[in-house]
């Protein structure tokens, strides 16, 4: 053989080898992180049951502060949360020391002030689980229960971003209106035997108070972040207009993505995928309503979007609002991370993880089962829709690598 062809041959092997290599190594770099997701979520499922428990063990430390560490810039807790049975049965039974109106909002709550100097947030019930409220998909008051069942589908999800939330019951004649504000107090109400109040916001009218069972008022308290991280509100790429006939851009320009990936802090960092999980998260709760969301201060983009205010979800479940979903079958991406952790929540498994997770809570059972059943069939919806994705785009474009070092201090 010629030396020339000699050259030739040995550059040919050369690029056979440099790309075989390549490829294996691609393949076993996704290899080991569909298995280290495969392992993260049988370590989820492990520890999904929470028994609300009053005992700290191995350390001295409150649960207020044992929560306040937890919380980074990408997650609000870790993955490891041996001491949430206990802060969750802290949050549901401590002594109320101060009570008071809501901060700015349209719905109703009230801020409470545990023992300990703990700021929670009050949301009370006004609806029976198995009411389902008609209209548009973000009609209705505030749903408590929602918040409960979201925060836990956030732990399911892998997400971590919701602030912890519990179930709680109040008498409002004697753990309330004792330590309450004057604000607070001019609030409150008789309607036949109940104590009803109906609080500061903008719809809270004295015509519509959320009213107790006598003086016993069901609700969740969602745990105030610390004081460390100040949140930072943005409006939602995806919002909508609230006015008839007026469509937002979304609603009619199919290429808005690309117009939204041009604008931070979506044209680079991890929010525009973030986004993408949320759409994700509120298409399985039916929630409608995410006009703003927060995120920590000064961030450039970096931190988490967080899943705060999840009350309009879980309402009509024969409801299937495809909208909500827009960020996904529109820009068509999504983590590797979330894509396989909703492939292990088929068949059965999320319906049963739900209830699981919250059959401890002090206002089980949370959701009726045809809540439990329409998530399991959003699901089969969100899965249908990468699958268009990937079909459209391919795999390698459509499921995106994103994972972060999250770090706990």
Same mark, same amino acid.
């Given at each position: 053989?010629?030396?020339?062809?000699?050259?030739?041959?040995?550059?040919?092997?050369?690029?056979?080898?440099?790309?075989?290599?390549?490829?294996?190594?691609?393949?076993?770099?996704?290899?080991?992180?569909?298995?280290?997701?495969?392992?993260?979520?049988?370590?989820?499922?492990?520890?999904?049951?929470?028994?609300?428990?009053?005992?700290?063990?191995?350390?001295?430390?409150?649960?207020?502060?044992?929560?306040?560490?937890?919380?980074?810039?990408?997650?609000?807790?870790?993955?490891?949360?041996?001491?949430?049975? &206990?802060?969750?049965? &802290?949050?549901?039974?401590?002594?109320?020391?101060?009570?008071?109106?809501?901060?700015?909002?349209?719905?109703?709550?009230?801020?409470?002030?545990?023992?300990?100097?703990?700021?929670?947030?009050?949301?009370?019930?006004?609806?029976?689980?198995?009411?389902?409220?008609?209209?548009?998909?973000?009609?209705?008051?505030?749903?408590?229960?929602?918040?409960?069942?979201?925060?836990?589908?956030?732990?399911?999800?892998?997400?971590?971003?919701?602030?912890? +939330?519990?179930?709680?019951?109040? *008498?409002?004649?004697?753990?309330?209106?004792?330590?309450?504000?004057?604000?607070?107090?001019?609030?409150?109400?008789?309607?036949? *035997?109940?104590?009803?109040?109906?609080?500061?916001?903008?719809?809270?009218?004295?015509?519509?108070?959320?009213?107790?069972?006598?003086?016993?008022?069901?609700?969740?308290?969602?745990?105030?972040?610390?004081?460390?991280?100040?949140?930072?509100?943005?409006?939602?790429?995806?919002?909508?207009?609230?006015?008839?006939?007026?469509? &937002?851009?979304?609603?009619?320009?199919?290429?808005?993505?690309?117009? +939204?990936?041009?604008?931070?802090?979506?044209?680079?960092?991890?929010?525009?995928?973030?986004?993408?999980?949320?759409?994700?998260?509120?298409?399985?709760?039916?929630?409608?309503?995410?006009?703003?969301?927060?995120?920590?201060?000064?961030?450039?983009?970096?931190?988490?979007?967080?899943?705060?205010?999840?009350?309009?979800?879980?309402?009509?479940?024969?409801?299937?609002?495809?909208?909500?979903? &827009?960020?996904?079958?529109?820009?068509?991406?999504?983590?590797?991370?979330?894509?396989?952790?909703? *492939?292990?929540?088929?068949?059965?498994?999320?319906?049963?993880?739900?209830?699981?997770?919250?059959?401890?809570?002090?206002?089980?059972?949370?959701?009726?089962?045809?809540?439990?059943?329409?998530?399991?069939?959003?699901?089969?919806?969100?899965?249908?829709?990468?699958?268009?994705?990937?079909?459209?785009?391919?795999?390698?474009?459509?499921?995106?690598?994103?994972?972060?070092?999250?770090?706990?201090?």
């Amino acid at each position: 053989m010629k030396l020339k062809q000699r050259v030739v041959l040995l550059a040919i092997l050369l690029v056979i080898f440099i790309f075989t290599k390549v490829f294996l190594i691609d393949n076993l770099d996704t290899s080991a992180a569909n298995r280290e997701d495969q392992r993260a979520f049988h370590r989820m499922m492990a520890g999904l049951r929470v028994e609300l428990v009053p005992k700290l063990d191995h350390t001295l430390q409150s649960p207020w502060e044992i929560a306040a560490q937890w919380v980074v810039p990408r997650e609000v807790y870790p993955e490891e949360t041996p001491e949430l049975g &206990a802060i969750m049965h &802290a949050m549901a039974t401590k002594k109320i020391i101060k009570a008071d109106v809501g901060y700015k909002g349209t719905q109703l709550k009230a801020l409470l002030i545990l023992e300990g100097g703990q700021k929670v947030v009050f949301k009370p019930k006004r609806y029976n689980r198995d009411y389902v409220v008609e209209g548009e998909p973000y009609a209705g008051y505030d749903r408590h229960n929602a918040e409960v069942a979201a925060f836990h589908l956030d732990r399911i999800l892998g997400f971590r971003r919701a602030p912890l +939330v519990v179930g709680r019951f109040v *008498n409002l004649r004697t753990e309330i209106k004792p330590v309450a504000t004057e604000q607070l107090l001019s609030t409150f109400l008789t309607v036949g *035997n109940n104590t009803c109040f109906y609080g500061k916001c903008y719809y809270c009218r004295e015509t519509e108070p959320a009213c107790a069972d006598g003086d016993t008022m069901e609700g969740s308290v969602t745990l105030w972040l610390p004081d460390v991280w100040p949140l930072q509100k943005h409006r939602h790429p995806w919002g909508r207009t609230y006015r008839e006939g007026k469509l &937002a851009r979304w609603e009619y320009d199919e290429s808005y993505c690309d117009a +939204v990936k041009k604008t931070s802090p979506y044209d680079s960092g991890p929010r525009l995928l973030d986004i993408i999980d949320t759409a994700v998260f509120d298409y399985l709760i039916g929630n409608a309503d995410r006009h703003h969301y927060e995120s920590f201060q000064d961030d450039e983009g970096a931190s988490m979007l967080i899943l705060l205010d999840n009350a309009k979800s879980f309402g009509n479940p024969s409801l299937d609002e495809r909208s909500i979903l &827009a960020p996904l079958y529109q820009c068509c991406i999504i983590r590797v991370s979330t894509w396989n952790r909703l *492939n292990y929540l088929k068949n059965g498994v999320l319906k049963s993880a739900l209830k699981s997770a919250m059959a401890h809570d002090p206002i089980a059972p949370v959701l009726s089962e045809p809540h439990l059943d329409a998530a399991e069939q959003r699901l089969l919806s969100v899965l249908a829709t990468v699958k268009q994705c990937t079909d459209q785009f391919g795999a390698d474009t459509v499921l995106v690598e994103d994972r972060m070092p999250l770090a706990h201090l």
